[in-house]
């Protein structure tokens, strides 16, 4: 019974997932995807500069149920915490935010926008001038 609940949860968040769409004047910008499955996942940040909270949060693209579902979930997670609390997260809290076991396949797929908040939240160094 609390598997099919856990199942429909995670319908509700593909079919209608939250903090999804465009995010204009965004200060960090996180993108990850996925080959295998085709799932592609871009996470975009308002950080209040004088808490390093994150104010606004939003994601955008294409993947299956457990992908956005996934990321969605996420976005609610993440929304209000500092950028040292986000970054904290582990693989393990978004797993287990999903609560029904996954394939080694679907764990890629969970942490697609997991990968992408990672990415905004600590950008690649510009290169060193030559």
């Not at 871009?42 to 294409?62: H, N, W």
């Not at 393990?92 to 080694?104: A, G, K, R, Y």
Request: hydrophobic fraction near 40%; include cysteine; aromatic fraction near 4%.
């Amino acid at each position: 019974m609390a598997y099919d609940m856990y199942q429909e949860g995670i319908l509700q968040h593909y079919r209608h997932p939250r903090n999804f769409g465009p995010l204009e004047g965004a200060d960090r910008v996180g993108e990850e995807s996925n080959p295998l499955c085709g799932d592609h996942i871009t996470m975009r940040l308002k950080v209040d500069p004088a808490s390093r909270k994150i104010a606004t949060v939003r994601f955008e693209g294409d993947g299956c149920a457990i992908s956005v579902a996934s990321t969605s979930m996420l976005t609610e997670r993440v929304a209000g915490l500092t950028l040292d609390e986000a970054g904290a997260l582990s693989q393990d809290d978004v797993l287990q935010q999903l609560h029904i076991p996954l394939s080694p396949l679907r764990v890629k797929c969970a942490l697609t926008g997991f990968v992408a908040l990672g990415h905004a939240l600590h950008p690649a160094s510009p290169p060193a001038p030559s």
